[in-house]
């Protein structure tokens, strides 16, 4: 049997912040770590070891004593901390960001999903080479005496290498699925995607909704990638995605490995934000900021989300104050277990009725086409209409069985026409 590696987790928070150990634990969890201690310091960071330097000498003793092989810190780490955590701990030192990369790195299938994974890590990489490479430089790191800067160098050359390398297949990779998407979301199938916290249950709910089996593990980022398939509701057909889950404070190096996920939503016509209502009002709410915090920086529009509130065969009671809680973020709501296929009828219902006949569209269009535009256009519903340099921007509403004879038109033109879906906050005319 193989014996998981024992760890440490450390989180260290101004007064104000929250606790998450709890949540880091869980994510140790599912990286595969024992975790044996968890270490909390309120306090300001320090600059040479995050935690004050007596808490670390204190960490230092229990490392030896429980034995721990490693030691995990919520905050992020600069590259000169690791150093020193690491030498003072006598133990490899690693911050969330690249626990949560390691988690992703075990799970990634996609080519793209490696990729992706890989030039975060290589990123992060290079950040703490450059800080060796300074300390070389004064003399600091042991070790590297004579020769030393030049072999740091020469591997902080080749990380370089390897991510414009890395940075160029997944601008292929990404090309080539932007135009899938567009094309897709362009399509007269209108798109409905799930997101939401790690765990909220939107795979158990894809599976409710599709009858397809998808990977349920009950760890924090059990799905990596977003898996799509058709669904009919009350005879309309929709296309429906199950997606990667969000977490609190996502730091910018993931944000850029979520990227595909991200655009993904952006592009589709309803987005149902998955909530595990079976948690305390005080994480009910900390999720709900985390996601709408991601889906904004989207730039998804609140009125094209339904909260889908999960897990309610699991609240005895204080039902009606969490509910509070998420209508103070998002207007509609509906009550689910996905896991027993409760209430499915009802979401049915308000999918069916969100998903638009309509779909708003934004066209760029060099100015030397206008006029040949209008004679397009006769029949369209613009929304706005703006001059920016030499390009028109013009927002319009079209019905959606109008959209490819729209871009046939537009394509015969054949000159500089950008087309960009966008999310609106229209509701639906039956
Ligand atoms: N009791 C109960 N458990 C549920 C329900 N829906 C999901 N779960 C459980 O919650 C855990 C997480 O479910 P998932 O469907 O994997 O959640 P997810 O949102 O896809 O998670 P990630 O892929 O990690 O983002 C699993 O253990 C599920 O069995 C529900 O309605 N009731
Ligand atoms: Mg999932």
Avoid at 158 to 176: D, F, S, Y
Avoid at 194 to 209: C, S
């Amino acid at each position: 049997m193989k014996v998981s590696t024992k760890v440490a987790i450390v989180q260290r928070r101004l007064r104000r912040e929250r606790n998450l150990l709890f949540e880091l634990k869980e994510l140790a969890k599912a990286a595969g770590y024992d975790v044996v201690l968890e270490l909390e310091q309120v306090r300001k960071p320090d600059s040479r070891y995050q935690i004050g330097y007596g808490k670390a000498k204190e960490l230092a003793e229990l490392v030896k004593e429980k034995d721990i092989e490693k030691v995990i810190f919520f905050n992020e780490l600069k590259p000169v901390q690791i150093h020193n955590l690491s030498k003072l701990l006598g133990v490899d030192v690693i911050d969330r960001i690249t626990l949560i990369l390691e988690i992703f790195a075990r799970r990634a299938g996609s080519k793209e999903a490696k990729l992706q994974i890989e030039l975060a890590m290589l990123k992060k990489q290079l950040s703490y080479l450059k800080e060796q490479l300074h300390l070389a430089k004064l003399g600091e790191l042991p070790g590297y005496l004579g020769g030393g800067e030049y072999i740091i160098d020469s591997y902080r050359e080749h990380v370089a290498r390897r991510i414009t390398k890395i940075k160029r297949e997944l601008e292929k990779i990404r090309a080539r699925k932007n135009i899938y998407w567009r094309r897709r979301s362009l399509a007269e199938v209108p798109t409905i995607v799930l997101t939401g916290y790690t765990g909220a249950g939107k795979t158990t709910l894809f599976e409710a909704l599709t009858g397809e089996k998808g990977y349920v593990d009950g760890k924090p980022f059990a799905t990596l990638s977003t898996t799509s398939r058709r669904i009919t509701i009350k005879g309309k057909t929709l296309i429906v995605s199950d997606t990667i889950g969000f977490i609190d404070s996502l730091p910018p190096i993931l944000v850029e490995a979520f990227y595909t996920t991200l655009a993904e939503i952006a592009y589709s016509d309803l987005v149902l934000l998955v909530v595990d209502i079976s948690e305390p009002c005080g994480e009910i709410k900390r999720k709900v900021q985390a996601s709408l915090e991601a889906l904004r920086h989207v730039g998804v529009f609140e009125d094209n989300i339904i909260a889908v509130l999960n897990k309610i065969d699991l609240v005895n009671n204080g039902l009606e104050e969490k509910i509070e809680i998420v209508k103070e973020y998002v207007d509609e709501f509906v009550l689910v277990s996905a896991k027993e296929r409760n209430g499915l009828e009802i979401l049915y219902d308000k999918i069916y009725a969100k998903t638009r006949k309509y779909q708003h569209l934004q066209l760029m269009i060099n100015m030397n086409l206008l006029k040949k535009i209008w004679k397009i256009l006769r029949k369209t519903k613009i929304l706005s209409f703006q001059i920016s340099d030499s390009t028109a921007i013009l927002k319009i509403e079209i019905e959606r069985s109008d959209l490819k004879n729209l871009f046939y038109q537009l394509r015969e033109l054949d000159g500089d026409i950008k087309i960009k879906p966008i999310n609106t906050s229209v509701k639906v005319r039956a």
